[in-house]
């Protein structure tokens, strides 16, 4: 076997006839990355029918009063579309698809976009909109400037 460069500078083997290269592993803060996303999709979705179902029974949490449909539409909605698209997320970083990269820089920007509106229609509090935004920033940054970011995504568009 001849040994061929990576551009990471590593020596590794040529590949035998018919054998697939083998993908960077999600490993290191990419790792917390991925599964405090998994964590945000199972909150935001428990959230979401929670929303709902104390808009049916505002008794059950104590309320006496309810919510206006346009508010809880507006949340409902905007919770859905986080969610379908971390899923496709999920996709993209499994395939590790380059526009991963990208995608994962919007949802998180989208993420903060989404609360500060809540926040606008009175959903959210200026320490809660505060707090919920810096996962979002955090996680676009990082994957603005991460070179392990930039490696493990190395497929095509």
Do not use: C, E
């Not at 909150?43 to 929303?51: F, M, P, Q, V, Y």
């Not at 997320?89 to 509106?117: E, K, P």
């Amino acid at each position: 076997m001849i040994p061929v460069m990576r551009l990471d500078g590593a020596h590794k083997p040529a590949q035998q006839a018919g054998q697939r290269a083998a993908l960077p592993r999600v490993r290191g803060w990419l790792l917390v990355y991925v599964v405090g996303l998994a964590v945000l999709l199972v909150h935001g979705a428990a959230l979401t029918i929670g929303s709902i179902v104390i808009y049916a029974h505002p008794a059950a949490a104590g309320l006496h009063s309810v919510v206006p449909l346009g508010f809880l539409l507006l949340y409902v909605i905007t919770n859905i579309i986080l969610i379908v698209y971390a899923i496709f997320l999920f996709v993209l970083m499994a395939q590790r698809r380059r526009s991963a990269i990208m995608h994962n820089i919007v949802f998180n920007l989208l993420s903060v976009a989404f609360l500060v509106t809540w926040h606008v229609f009175g959903q959210k509090s200026n320490f809660g909109t505060v707090v919920d935004s810096l996962p979002g920033l955090v996680g676009a940054a990082y994957f603005i400037l991460s070179r392990r970011v930039r490696n493990t995504f190395i497929i095509g568009s």
